[in-house]
């Protein structure tokens, strides 16, 4: 079956930093990749997914990720965090079913 | 606006008790799907339904049923609650083949089995 690892279960940036949260996944073909965020005490929202095509996808909220097929990679990035950021971050993988990782939660500092 | 909701958002129940938590999402979809939240496990796949009649266990199904009698309603049944089901519960529903299409998630209930 197939498996998602986020390596970092916080982190912390300024506000005004750049951002990369790490998703490594384990699937023999090339899978369905999602990123979602949840904010405390609400459900998840969708920010960007991966099917096939431009390796660099464009999300909501100025988010993007990028799909490195030799890496098993699908990391999150975004040039500069606001403070309204802070939150729960899920890579998800879907191939028989929706895996998803552990979470990284995002603190930012002002 | 359509939208998916949960109910209830906050629930107590004795071990052993029989709870029922619903989801119900308006927005036609096919696919519905529930999962259990923990810390350091991110979220986890319970049941899944891919349609009226059709439901399917995920990866930690044990201790859990759900039915599907309609389009709009899934709702998650634990026979005999237990203290390791203490937990936060989403419901998710999808439109088309689960595989392509995003799924889109209720606000949650936070069960807690004393």
């Known amino acids: 079956a197939q498996s998602v690892t986020q390596p970092d279960i916080h982190i912390t940036v300024s506000e005004g930093a750049s951002l990369e949260l790490r998703c490594n996944y384990s699937y023999g073909a090339t899978p369905y990749l999602f990123w979602y965020v949840q904010s405390p005490g609400q459900g998840l929202q969708l920010l960007l997914k991966?099917?096939?095509?431009?390796?660099l996808v464009q999300g909501i909220k100025g988010f993007e990720a990028e799909f490195k097929r030799s890496q098993s990679s699908f990391n999150l990035r975004k040039p500069s965090v606001h403070w309204s950021d802070a939150a729960e971050y899920f890579c998800a993988v879907f191939a028989n079913d929706m895996r998803f990782g552990a979470g990284t939660r995002l603190t930012v500092k002002p | 606006d359509a939208e998916i909701t949960q109910s209830p958002r906050h629930k107590i129940t004795e071990t052993g008790r029989q709870v029922t938590l619903a989801c119900h999402q308006t927005w036609n979809h096919n696919n519905m799907f529930w999962y259990r939240q923990d810390l350091g496990h991110g979220l986890r796949l319970i049941h899944y339904s891919y349609g009226v009649q059709d439901t399917n266990k995920g990866e930690v199904s044990d201790g859990y049923s759900v039915s599907r009698s309609n389009t709009e309603d899934l709702p998650l049944t634990l026979e005999s609650a237990a203290s390791s089901q203490t937990s936060v519960y989403f419901c998710a529903s999808s439109y088309r083949d689960g595989r392509q299409d995003t799924q889109y998630f209720g606000p949650g209930t936070r069960l807690t089995v004393l």
């Open positions: 991966y099917f096939s095509g431009d390796t």
